[in-house]
């Protein structure tokens, strides 16, 4: 894993601390002694994050310090007094729906960029990682996971909905019917169910977290950027193509690779 002794600080602030080494940047929650509990002011900083990345970066590492990627949402968010500086989420929701829309619109801004077709994301998951630390782990393209993960989605038992953008990746992992069970009950999923049934593309032990990652992301960078970066734009289409639209936009991505790679690219 990338240190700050081998890479360049790009900001540390509001529990979020971005480092770049070459084409990786690293993207570390710096909270332990609150279990990375999320805040308003640490959604922002994610935000700025992916909006300070270098051109360079290919490879994105989202990682959490201590013993848990993150337990959540900072149960301060339902408190009379919120945060400093910060609405409470009951002032939030004695407001009109298009205001309360666009604030939960931008909290989602944080979960959003992790998917951009130019860079591919990797969560490195160790302890908790429940409600918005599911949701962020989720945000990423891939998830490597520590053997003491557990990943729960406590909104719904808690009367809220998941609303980090969450959702739609968790069903397209696991399908409806188990992201239903895994949403309703609240239940905690663990290392070897979530590499079973594709929430973790790997799980190793604990100790050996930083090496896997850091090996996937070697292999990420092994292959030419422009194809890994079509690559994923063609999988990301799927869902929303039909199977001879998949076919017709794999044709049109192969011809930009081979005019590219004959030197007759724009």
């Known amino acids: 894993m990338t240190t700050l002794d081998d890479s360049e600080l790009v900001f540390d602030k509001d529990g979020v601390r971005l480092t770049v080494e070459d084409a990786v940047a690293t993207v570390t929650l710096t909270n332990p002694a609150k279990r990375n509990a999320q805040s308003p002011a640490l959604w922002r900083a994610l935000t700025e994050a992916g909006r300070s990345l270098p051109g360079s970066v290919r490879v994105v590492v989202l990682r959490g310090e201590g013993k848990s990627f993150s337990a959540g949402l900072d149960r301060q968010a339902f408190t009379p007094e919120g945060f400093d500086g910060e609405p409470s989420f009951l002032e939030m929701a004695r407001g009109s729906d298009e205001d309360l829309d666009a604030v939960i619109a931008e909290y989602q801004e944080a979960f959003t960029w992790w998917r951009r077709s130019d860079l591919v994301s990797i969560a490195a998951v160790q302890g908790h990682a429940i409600g918005a630390g599911f949701q962020l782990a989720l945000a990423c393209d891939l998830r490597v996971v520590a053997e003491d993960v557990q990943f729960a989605m406590r909104e719904t038992s808690l009367g809220l909905v998941p609303d980090l953008t969450g959702t739609h990746p968790l069903v397209s992992l696991v399908g409806y019917a188990r992201a239903l069970e895994i949403c309703a009950t609240g239940r905690f999923v663990h290392a070897e169910e979530a590499e079973r049934i594709g929430l973790a593309n790997l799980s190793v032990p604990a100790d050996e ?48 690779r081979l005019r590219d790679l004959a030197g007759l690219g724009d």
């Open 209 to 256: 977290l930083d090496a896997a990652v850091r090996d996937l992301s070697a292999a990420l960078l092994a292959a030419p950027r422009d194809a890994v970066n079509e690559t994923k734009a063609l999988l990301q289409g799927v869902s929303g193509r039909s199977y001879e639209e998949q076919r017709t936009a794999e044709r049109a991505a192969q011809a930009r």
